[in-house]
């Protein structure tokens, strides 16, 4: 549910507040996620969905065999939840699927990160944020779609399991120009 529907405040008569611009307001909001793991998949984009709080769900995956994958079911997968008591099977669908490795897939995906409202990594290693060909690499990426983004203001989570991952993402950016 979007936050706007979710505040508890008291609303007034002269309060300028519609539900219906809420909702349109959060389906323009977007999330663009880097690498398609456990981590991106089960957690980020799944948590994203289920909030409602945006109206476009995108990722980056370079590995040709998952991006066929999500492509073949249409952006939608299954995340199993842990519960106290059972295992529930939960969808996530609406899935933009790009691979940085092939042109036109970049550019989409830069497109996606100029519109970004969030963004999180979860790669193996905060090596990755620097790997490929320059520009296809996370960092590169990164830097090309906020230059897009005309101020925009972009929440970025770096969740890779190193403790200086987010100031090595913000440097890998920053060396951009």
Known sequence: MPDCL?????IRAEDDFS???????????????????????????YEAFRSANFGRLVVAEVQPEIVR??????????VNVATATAIEQNAVAGVEVFNPA?????AALIEAI???????????????YS??????????????????????RT?????????????????SILAQG
């Open 102 to 106: 092939e042109a036109s897939d970049r």
């Open 69 to 78: 994958a999500l492509r073949r079911a249409q952006g939608r997968y299954m």
């Open 19 to 45: 539900p219906r611009a809420c909702y349109a307001e959060a389906m323009q909001k977007v999330f663009v996620g880097f690498g398609f793991g456990a981590i991106q998949g089960g957690l980020f984009l």
């Open 114 to 128: 100029a519109q970004a409202d969030e963004i999180a990594t979860a790669l193996p290693s905060v090596d990755f």
């Open 155 to 171: 929440v970025i989570y770096a969740a890779e399991n190193h403790n200086q991952a987010a100031e090595r993402l913000a440097a």
């Open 131 to 152: 790997r490929g060909a320059p520009q296809q690499s996370v960092a590169a990426l990164i830097a090309a779609g906020l230059r897009q983004s005309a101020g925009r």
């Open 6 to 10: 979710q505040t508890a405040k008291i």
